[in-house]
């Protein structure tokens, strides 16, 4: 049975649920991330895990590129570990209580014959390399035993974060869901965060989903501002991690910072008023009278573009006696500049902590 709230505090077609193996499956999809691109997110505890357990780790993360099955086939690596949720499917432990027994059951599955579901949420080219990874464990038994021994030893390593920590917050997750779901029926807005909610392409799994009360939300206690969506026969899983709010309120702060700089340069008399600066010797003009005459304006205006310029650290005034210059260098330009693009262009930022390490 699911991890859930309770029956009675359940809305018609959406469940609320706290499943452990799920909650697994995320953290496997963490430490990937962790191994492949260090720079990016991710919650300290999976940070301090890799580094306590690393000959474990990379033993796992080497295991299905040694069996040829670590990419999808335009060369990008696969970092989820989509059969174990197939072989949960299977077992009928996906949303179970228990993460133990119920990893012992999903991958005792894997030697069954069965066909791989569809996986509405994946493309074709994921759905293959499951259904080869699936059959790939069916056939040879000591890939399975192996794999097997991998899982087990790493959820031997996770559970005591789980139980220390991943299970409180994963309880405070759906308890906040629960409460917020008495008053907002939309899921967009029920989780604001999660932008695979928002992607038109899954809007009918999830419409379907909820019209059959298959549509759960899985709080990831161990996720930290992670996101995740996954579809099979019978279920549709949002997850969602207890920071996915906050993930896009920092993306809201850093478009307002990089649009702050740009309406700084967004000007075309002010950025003119710059250029003249950034060149400034005995043949350029450098006073407040001398912009406004050279650009045929009054001084006041140009005194609006030099306090807009001189609040942005963009021009460097120098007083002598009763006349201040001002003068502008190409390298603080470029910084500026730069800094616009960072705060743009840049895919996240380390949120404070929720949970520390065990």
């Not at 990379?58 to 570990?81: A, K, Q, T, V």
């Not at 035993?145 to 959820?155: E, I, K, M």
């Not at 379907?208 to 996954?230: H, S």
């Not at 350029?284 to 006041?300: I, M």
Request: proline share 7%; glycine share 8%; aromatic share 8%.
């Amino acid at each position: 049975m699911p991890s859930e709230i309770g029956p009675d505090q359940q809305t018609p077609g959406l469940h609320i649920a706290i499943a452990p193996v799920i909650d697994f499956h995320f953290a496997l999809f963490l430490l990937g991330r962790h191994c492949v691109s260090p720079d990016r997110w991710v919650p300290t505890w999976i940070a301090e895990l890799d580094a306590a357990n690393r000959a474990l780790v990379d033993e796992l993360m080497s295991f299905w590129p040694g069996h040829g099955l670590g990419s999808l086939p335009g060369g990008d690596l696969y970092r989820e570990w989509g059969e174990l949720l197939v072989g949960a499917w299977r077992a009928g432990v996906l949303l179970a209580p228990d993460a133990g027994p119920a990893l012992d059951r999903a991958i005792d599955s894997l030697a069954e014959q069965f066909e791989t579901p569809p996986l509405p949420s994946e493309p074709q080219p994921v759905w293959t390399l499951v259904n080869e990874r699936v059959a790939c464990l069916r056939q040879d038994a000591a890939a399975r035993a192996r794999y097997a021994a991998l899982l087990r030893q790493l959820w031997a390593v996770v559970e005591p974060y789980w139980e220390q920590h991943g299970r409180r917050e994963a309880q405070a997750i759906a308890t906040e869901l629960q409460a917020r779901l008495r008053n907002e029926q939309d899921l967009r807005r029920l989780v604001p965060g999660n932008t695979f909610v928002h992607k038109d392409i899954f809007q009918p799994q999830i419409a379907a989903a909820r019209e059959r009360g298959e549509l759960y939300l899985v709080a990831l206690g161990l996720g930290g501002e992670g996101a995740l969506y996954w579809a099979l026969p019978g279920f549709v899983v949002v997850g969602v991690g207890s920071g996915v709010g906050e993930k896009l309120a920092r993306r809201r702060e850093r478009a307002e910072r990089a649009a702050g700089r740009f309406k700084v340069l967004s000007d075309p008399t002010r950025l003119a008023i710059l250029a003249e600066l950034l060149h400034a010797d005995d043949h350029n003009a450098t006073t407040v009278s001398e912009l406004a005459s050279l650009f045929s304006l009054s001084q006041p205006t140009v005194s609006v573009h030099m306090k807009t310029l001189r609040e942005a650290g963009l021009v460097t005034p120098e007083r002598e006696g009763n006349q201040v210059s001002y003068s502008a260098a190409e390298a603080t330009l470029r910084e500026f500049v730069e800094g616009a693009l960072e705060e743009t262009l840049r895919k996240g930022s380390r949120p404070p902590e929720a949970m520390p390490g065990a």
